[in-house]
């Protein structure tokens, strides 16, 4: 059983704590605004990409040696049009950055709340959490709080890979929000 802090009691925040909840993890959330104490081994920010800014600067000490998993899509949310991060980077990597004693995850960013909830894509595939980082061993701890959640893990590679994860996500979102998909569908992946 792994400790699990979410930041944000929203959809996904709601969703991804079920998800360990099923895993057999203990999860307890907390608002941007409380104080941050006793914080789990993983922690989860499950906030906009501004507010999960805030909170690295704002806790860099609490969240020092905890796996941190950022589920962010940077999107610019007046246009729908551009992520707000720079080309060549990524939310996940400016978070590592504000983080340096964190061990950084980029995960959840690629699936919706209703496909956490549900445990399948369109209710045809399973539900797929890809990661990216550059600690091995963080991936591996969340994988392992994510077994026998009812969600698939795939290994997405070093952090680098974010920016395409976020890409992705960022795609899949004006997908949905043009209505050429549902919230309860988007990509999967096949093994």
Same mark, same amino acid.
């Given at each position: 059983?792994?400790?699990?802090t979410?930041?944000? *009691?929203?959809?996904?925040?709601q =969703? ?11 999860v307890?959330?907390?608002d ?7 914080l789990?081994?993983i922690v ?6 501004a ?11 609490a969240?020092?040696?905890?796996v ?13 049009d $551009?992520l707000v ?5 990524s ?9 340096? $004693?964190?061990?950084?995850? *980029? ?10 909830q549900?445990?399948?894509? =369109? ?9 990216a ?5 963080? *991936?591996? =701890? ?8 009812g ?8 952090l ?5 994860? $976020? ?5 899949q979102?004006t997908?949905?929000?043009?209505e ?10 096949? *093994?």
């Amino acid at each position: 059983m792994t400790a699990v802090t979410i930041f944000g *009691k929203g959809n996904m925040g709601q =969703a991804i704590g079920d998800v360990f909840k099923q895993g057999g993890n203990q999860v307890a959330f907390i608002d941007q605004s409380d104080p941050v104490t006793d914080l789990g081994a993983i922690v989860v920010l499950a906030v906009p990409y501004a507010a999960a800014v805030s909170i690295a600067k704002t806790n860099q000490a609490a969240l020092a040696g905890k796996v941190v998993v950022d589920i962010t899509n940077p999107l610019n949310f007046d246009t729908w049009d $551009e992520l707000v991060v720079p080309a060549d980077s990524s939310a996940a990597a400016q978070l590592a950055t504000a983080l340096p $004693e964190s061990k950084v995850v *980029k995960a959840f960013n690629t699936t919706f709340a209703a496909t956490l909830q549900s445990r399948n894509v =369109a209710g045809k595939e399973p539900t797929t959490v890809m990661a990216a980082s550059d600690h091995a061993e963080a *991936k591996q =701890a969340l994988a392992d709080a994510l077994t026998d959640s009812g969600v698939n893990f795939v290994d997405a590679g070093s952090l680098k890979r974010a920016r395409e994860l $976020e890409s992705f996500g960022f795609l899949q979102m004006t997908l949905a929000a043009g209505e050429k998909i549902g919230w309860t569908g988007g990509f999967a992946v096949l *093994k």
